[in-house]
């Protein structure tokens, strides 16, 4: 099984007809229907279910076409990053990154990377603390950017930025206008939340913050991402507890400082202790100075 039998493959499921697959891939349609078949030999599973009318994928076939396409988008960046190599560049750079980052500097800091490393490609991958943790483990990212919590043996983490919670209220709210306010204050308000699998940490620190104010929070609705969360406060859906950049930078809701002291929203910056390369150190140094926050406070010095 090679690369050319695995496109034409992709072109007959894709079309589910040899006649259209063979204009697409400009081969002729006999040529394609004996690579098909040579290639149902080799993996000695039939792929395709042939009638005079009809060509259909049998369930071991659609099984290959999933592997078949990401087999070939990695040789295409096997292709692209060989190629880059070849001409000089330093070759690439794995990210993985929590969506706050987002909000954070790191949209900056790959541009102002990839300036100064023009060599070098930075791909983000966009995964939950745990997931970025496990893919450091089996060498799929470089770096990670998380949330404060545990960490597998062989990962080391260096901590960057600590920020407070603000109450995110929508513009209407009867407490909208306060310069500060009492978590306890929000007792009886319907509160929006992401499920405890998606941050561990972060959730519960919420519920613990709340806790300490005297009450247990009303979980009216559940987000999986921050920008959900603010966009369902800004709809007048209930309230939220986001880090001060987070609810400062999505319009159509306030932040409201809150009187209590102590809770921090904390990223971390993910490392593994023995297989770190050199280009992740050099990007985390330029994220440190696209950092929110201009007092030194709110920047923790690696």
Request: glycine share 8%; hydrophobic share 45%; proline share 7%.
């Amino acid at each position: 099984m090679d690369l050319k039998q695995l496109r034409y493959f992709i072109a007959v499921a894709e079309e589910l007809h040899f006649g259209r697959a063979a204009a697409r891939l400009f081969i002729s349609q006999p040529a394609l229907s004996f690579d098909i078949k040579k290639l149902e030999e080799q993996l000695g599973v039939q792929l395709l279910v042939r009638t005079n009318k009809s060509v259909k994928l049998t369930a071991a076939g659609q099984v290959l076409l999933d592997e078949a396409r990401s087999l070939l988008q990695q040789a295409e960046q096997a292709r692209r990053l060989t190629l880059r190599s070849a001409q000089g560049a330093l070759g690439r750079l794995r990210v993985g990154f929590v969506s706050s980052m987002l909000y954070r500097g790191l949209p900056a800091a790959v541009r102002r990377f990839e300036q100064a490393h023009p060599g070098m490609e930075v791909v983000l991958q966009e995964m939950n603390s745990a997931e970025q943790a496990l893919a450091l483990q089996r060498g799929q990212i470089d770096i990670g950017f998380v949330h404060r919590g545990p960490l597998p043996a062989g990962l080391r983490a260096e901590p960057l930025l600590a920020e407070p919670f603000l109450c995110c209220l929508p513009p209407g709210h009867r407490l909208a206008g306060a310069a500060r306010l009492d978590l306890g204050e929000l007792r009886e308000e319907p509160f929006i939340l992401f499920p405890r699998p998606a941050a561990p940490h972060y959730h519960d620190l919420i519920i613990a913050c709340c806790v300490a104010a005297g009450f247990s929070p009303q979980i009216r609705h559940e987000a999986r991402l921050w920008q959900t969360i603010a966009a369902m406060v800004g709809q007048g859906m209930g309230v939220a507890l986001l880090p001060e950049s987070l609810c400062r930078a999505w319009p159509g809701v306030v932040g409201v400082p809150l009187k209590q002291a102590g809770a921090q929203s904390e990223i971390h910056a993910l490392f593994s202790e023995e297989n770190a390369p050199e280009a992740a150190h050099a990007f985390l140094a330029r994220l440190l100075q696209q950092l929110p926050g201009d007092d030194t406070d709110s920047v923790i010095a690696p």
